[in-house]
């Protein structure tokens, strides 16, 4: 009597194997993104630590997952990508696999009350991306049922591997990787989730935009934004009662970060601090890798910069190369990062 046996393959042999197939993928031209874990801990931040922990709360996902960490700590998702609504992988099984998962965004109800609970409790984005909350924060955001991560029934999974199961271990590999890239990348949660990370720290935040008067930002928000929101198209009456005040006062104020559209480059050093460099990144959508050859340097430089509390010191290519990315759209970016 003949029956079939799967024939065993050992980890280096896969792990060989995915290294072959992301080397094929890159000599077609195509830019891959593997998913790298150290050690065997997935995840080791605030946000992918909590992404992980919010998918393992759900019995229908509990007792499949854990079938993909080995697939992911042995490097075998050789692809992945997060948009708005969408996770795109390439899963290295017994040949190559396509992976996409699907997330509904967020209801604009429920965002509308994370940002009301947390009103006032962030003190910049910087604070956020690094998962520097307050345990009333952390509550709130995730919330098996109110918090920003997705409800099983908000998530649609695809594969196109033989296995007949919901969740096969190419797509348990590619959640886990989620909360793999989430350590270095936590905006892509509120990306995935269609919401923008920057309104949990604005949403507090009253700024007139009154004619001929200052906008005014409340509590931390120099160190949040970084840049001089002061208008320098004062009308030629604000401008005589201004120079009218000031007049006989000497007062020495550091000077701001400044876009193209403030008046940078008229002769002002443009100044960045590191939260600059991670709004900077996070409005363009970029990885830190991605981000470093658009401003010509390394992505260890990067990190460098966004954990820097204070004034960076830098370059002055790099301060041109900044100065040039603030005013610049995603689709430049893109364009630019193609060409390079």
Known sequence: MSYYRRSHVSV???????????????????EVCPVKTEGRKIAKTFWGQAW????????DYSNRLPRGKSY???GLVCHMEISEGSVEALVSGSQMYTVSVS????????????????MGQI??????LQGRLSDNVMEIVTHAKTGLFPHPSEITLDCDCPDWSSLCKHLAATLYGVGAMLDSQPELLFKLRGVSHEEMISADIPISDSPGKRRRISGDAGEVFGIDLDSDEESGASKKTGEAKRRGKKRKMPEPARTEADGAGRGRQPVFKGIDVVKMRARLGLDRSQFARLIGTSSSSVRAWENSAGQLNLRKKSVRALKRAVGMKISQARKELGSA
């Not at 280096?12 to 195509?30: D, N, P, S, T, V």
């Not at 992980?52 to 019995?59: A, I, N, R, T």
């Open 12 to 30: 280096a042999a896969r792990r060989a194997k995915a290294i072959r197939e992301i080397a094929k993928l890159r000599k077609k031209g195509i």
């Open 52 to 59: 992980c922990d919010h998918l393992e709360k759900f019995s």
């Open 72 to 74: 992911l700590r042995n």
């Open 103 to 118: 997330i509904a965004p967020l209801r604009s109800k429920r965002w509308d009350a994370i940002k009301k609970h947390c």
């Open 123 to 128: 003190g910049s984005v910087l604070e956020l």
